[in-house]
């Protein structure tokens, strides 16, 4: 073999190897990539999971959470103001609009609504009424 031969067999050679590492670091960058996007795709779960009243025990309110009819029932002690009540709520989800630990006045149905991470949303209706002083929902 002549030396010009050895030159441009070693030439082929190096540019083989290049070409092939290109290639493969390439591959792994797209796999990166896609890993990556995979990581991110976003929740579209949005679900109230507890809605409680601050200032008020749990063991006197009554609450039931309809996650079918996305209603939300509580009954308060006879004589609770329902004018300014701060609800606390927990969701799946990433946000709920009224915020959590916001004064609403409940004298009406209220609705709330939770933002998935995907953007989705879902609307609650919550009533609350007080009871009566023979014990039954009222107000």
Do not use: C
């Amino acid at each position: 073999m002549t030396k010009k031969a050895i030159i441009v067999s070693i030439l082929v050679i190096l540019i083989v190897a290049a070409l092939g590492w290109w290639g493969f670091t390439r591959t792994n960058s797209v796999t990166s990539q896609l890993n990556g996007s995979e990581a991110k795709i976003k929740s579209s779960e949005k679900t109230i999971n507890s809605f409680a009243l601050s200032g008020l025990s749990p063991s006197g309110i009554s609450e039931v959470i309809d996650n079918t009819k996305h209603t939300i029932t509580l009954i308060t002690p006879s004589g609770t103001d329902i004018t300014k009540l701060v609800p606390i709520i927990s969701v799946s989800g990433s946000t709920i609009s009224p915020a959590s630990g916001v004064a609403q006045n409940f004298t009406k149905p209220v609705d709330y609504t939770v933002t998935a991470q995907d953007g989705s949303t879902q609307k609650y209706t919550i009533t609350v009424k007080t009871a009566t002083s023979q014990g039954t929902g009222g107000s």
